[in-house]
């Protein structure tokens, strides 16, 4: 017996997303994470070898939320594996915009931004100088001049998913994610991750 034959499900139970269909061990992370997302602010994390199927997973809960008319936010640090998951998303039907100064798009066209780590920073930070210079937030921001606001600016996230999240260091308050993380919560403190 397999010892993980008890998280898989059968292949009836698997969910299409557009052309994607999800594998039986995938269907169990995305239940599993959606189930977690509803109950908890804590953040979900999904544990899975390289050739998993994780940027079908990220595609399937993309599809998901922005059905119900949610915002997500993709975070990766490099632009290769943004790229990856947009890709999936498409093939999921799921429209999403692509937020990488390495890629050489900045857009948010649609309620689903995957975005590198760095760039989606840099823009944060330039909405809260914004927004300091106007007094619509309380923040230690110097303001030097006049500052325009990114794209980014109406966007709150309901959800953020994070590929590569070991990367992350969830201690480390002025990393880069951290700062996401916290500017995400200060727009939507129900925001889940």
Known sequence: MNKFEHLE???????????LKLRPYQQYAFNRTIEHVKSSNDPSVIK??????KTVIIAGLCKHVSDRNGRVLVLS??????SQDADDCWLA????SIYSASLGIKSTAYPVVMGTEGTIWKSLEQDLKYLKSYGHVDSNVEVNGFINPSKLIDFAADLILIDECHMVSFDEEESQ?????SEMKRRNPKVRI
């Open 9 to 19: 499900l059968p292949e009836s139970e698997c969910m299409t997303f557009g052309k």
């Open 48 to 53: 899975a070898s390289v050739g998993a199927g």
């Open 77 to 82: 640090r490099q632009g290769e594996i943004i």
């Open 93 to 96: 039907e799921c429209r999403n």
């Open 177 to 181: 994610y951290m700062k996401i993380i």
